[in-house]
């Protein structure tokens, strides 16, 4: 592996850890180096609070990842001390940061998902990059949507792109990207106990539901309707008669919009009910589904290599290990990579989940 750090390669350092995950908009890395306090390049490079740019590459110089040193600490003993440099890739700053008070109001009207983004990544000069598979959903104009102060600039557009069905995440340069896994591609490989080490299943029950149903924000209703509920009116404040649509009040409203999906893997009642807080009508489903699939991520396979495997965020790979409850080999999709490189090893960590995880194509019966 190498370093660039503001443009320049960096030679001593050790113990180098990149951490990357499909549904984030940066990964994070870590690294000790050396630390010269009469060496003018290293004071500029190691300078607290500069957020240096900062490269990783590969040997043959293909790019690993692209990002910002955010963090340094510093320690002076007897013996001369590493320092701990971490941070992130250059869309990490969407994570700490809220839509700034310049681009107010935090109200959109009539804007693309695609548009709403360019706006807030252009203030920070990161790009954004739409793959063609989704292009049409992030070009659909939405009617309204509404940030709240305190959200994240990365939380803000995720809750817009997963009504989508549009996954927000980031490659390789930086970019921020929006796309749809491809859940169809072939295998990267078979993972078993023989070439893999420390695998283990994790499942949470509790964090997933036999059906998901999705309501829609009440609209303003137009002069002279008597079809649209009007903007004082809340399902779920109401009374039952006029949830259920009985009584002489419902009959002068109607339904919100309402969709709901089915996990056939939960067989028994553990219903969840979601307001779609912005979208049109037909996002009511699109919302359900992604809620649903979302769950999916309690199902996840994780384990060791003492190697570097060509496999990335996305690819699809199958693992089987009797001895966690996995008989057959079965389809999954890299969530999650975490490659590490020292003087002495080089190994990564690999978690997985179900491909319908970002699909929301429901899976068959996993365990028999």
Known sequence: MKIKIAGKYFEHYNDVSVDTSLDAVASTFSFTAKYDHKNAFHREVFRPLSYHRIEFLHDNGRPISTGTITTSAF???????????????????????????????????????????????KYFGIPLVVYQEVAKDCNQIIPKTVAEPQDTIKDYLSKIAAQKKVLLSHDVYGNVIMFRPKVNSASKGLYTKENAEEMSLSIDGQAMHSSITTLRQPSKPKKGSKDILSDDYDPL?????????????????????????????IKVKRPKV?????????????????????????????????????????DIIEVQNDEIYLEKPLRM?????????SSEVKNSTITCVLPGTFTGE?????FT
Do not use: H
């Open 237 to 265: 404040e109401g009374s039952d008669d006029d949830v259920l649509g009985s009584g002489t009040k419902a009959k002068k409203k109607i339904l919100l919009p309402v969709d709901t999906v089915y996990n056939p893997i």
């Open 333 to 341: 999709m890299v969530y999650n990579t975490v490659i590490n490189e």
């Open 75 to 121: 320690n002076s003993k007897a013996a001369p001390e590493l320092v701990q440099v971490s941070g992130y890739s250059l869309g990490g700053v969407l994570e700490d940061c809220n839509i700034p008070y310049e681009l107010y109001p935090l109200e959109s009207n009539n804007r693309s998902l695609k548009e709403i983004a360019e706006r807030l990544l």
């Open 362 to 366: 429901m899976p068959k019966t996993i």
């Open 274 to 314: 979601d307001k779609l807080s912005s979208g049109d009508v037909t996002d009511t489903l699109k919302g359900a589904e992604n809620t649903i699939a979302n769950e999916l991520k309690a199902i996840s396979v994780s384990f060791s290599i003492s190697r570097w495997d060509p496999i990335s965020i996305g």
